[in-house]
Structure formats: structure tokens, C-alpha cells
């Protein structure tokens, strides 16, 4: 397995990966030209964050988006990992765990991080569990939201 800065020419299987996501845990199809100009919005300013991939024999297995929101309490970064998905046929074989550690490589890399972040659906408890075991934990925040569009 291969973890590796996600490119351009992986815009269409991060694209691919984002509906099967909101499909899977929301029950959203998502506008795929919307959709397309969103990972290449990410993908063309490596400012506003980056993708990791996972590749198996060459192939896309599993990807996340890390973005990065700045801390004037910490002075540093808050790593905030989001659009995870792993396929369905590769999932239980520890990719998430890879992916996650490239992360907390990559924010080393950068000077470090306030902490690391993620939003997880109530209900996907087996999301939970896999965050829980790699060491992450509850926050006590509760997020509110007015969407705009």
C-alpha cells in the first residue's frame, strides 16, 4: 500500500468517492460538475489543504481531505480531516489507520497542529470506533450551521 499526495489526475476517482460518501452516509447525490469544481478547487490551491490516497497495486483504495483552519487561541492549525472514504471491498484492512497516520506525518512535517479534527455522522458507529481506537475522542463541542446555499 502506497499513501501519497493526492494529484490531479486522481480528480475523477476523487469525485467518484465523494458521491459514493454522501450517498452511502446522507442518502445525497451530490452535482458532480459542483462536485468536480470543489476537489479541483482543493487540488489547484494546495493553501486550503490537500487530499491523501491510498493505492493498492496502483489502484485508488481510499482518500481523505485534509483542510486546515487557523487558531489564534493556539497560534497553529486545526488539522480537520473530512470527505473519508474507503471502498467498500478494502474497508477493515487498516487504510484508515494509514491514511490517518500520513497526516499527523504531514502536520509534523508543517510545524505541528493545534489538534486534529473530523466531523462523523451520529449514527455511523462503526466510523466511531475506528476514530476511537486510533485515539481520537469526543469533542465537547456541538456544531451549529445556516446553510447558504
Known amino acids: 500500500m502506497t499513501i501519497r499526495i493526492g494529484q ?11 458521491q459514493a460518501m454522501a450517498m452511502e452516509t446522507e442518502n445525497l447525490s451530490l452535482d458532480t460538475e459542483q462536485l ?4 479541483e478547487g482543493l487540488l489547484t ?15 485508488i483504495t481510499g482518500s481523505l481531505m485534509v483542510t ?3 487558531s489564534d487561541w493556539r497560534a497553529s492549525n486545526y488539522y480537520w480531516i473530512q470527505s473519508v472514504y474507503i ?3 478494502n474497508r477493515r484492512q487498516g487504510i484508515y489507520g494509514k491514511l490517518y497516520q500520513a497526516v499527523k506525518d504531514l502536520a509534523a512535517e508543517n510545524g505541528g497542529t493545534a489538534s486534529f ?3 462523523v455522522e451520529h449514527d455511523n458507529k462503526v466510523a466511531q470506533k475506528t476514530y476511537e481506537s486510533l485515539g ?6 456541538l ?3 445556516e446553510n447558504t446555499k
Open 36 to 39: 468536480t469544481r470543489g476537489v
Open 68 to 70: 486546515y483552519e487557523w
Open 87 to 89: 471502498r467498500p471491498q
Open 143 to 145: 456544531m451549529y450551521e
Open 8 to 18: 490531479h489526475a486522481d480528480l475523477q476517482a476523487l469525485v467518484q468517492f465523494n
Open 136 to 141: 481520537m475522542e469526543q469533542s465537547h463541542y
Open 117 to 119: 479534527r473530523l466531523y
Open 45 to 59: 490551491h494546495p493553501e486550503r489543504g490537500v487530499y491523501l490516497v491510498a493505492e493498492v497495486d496502483g489502484e
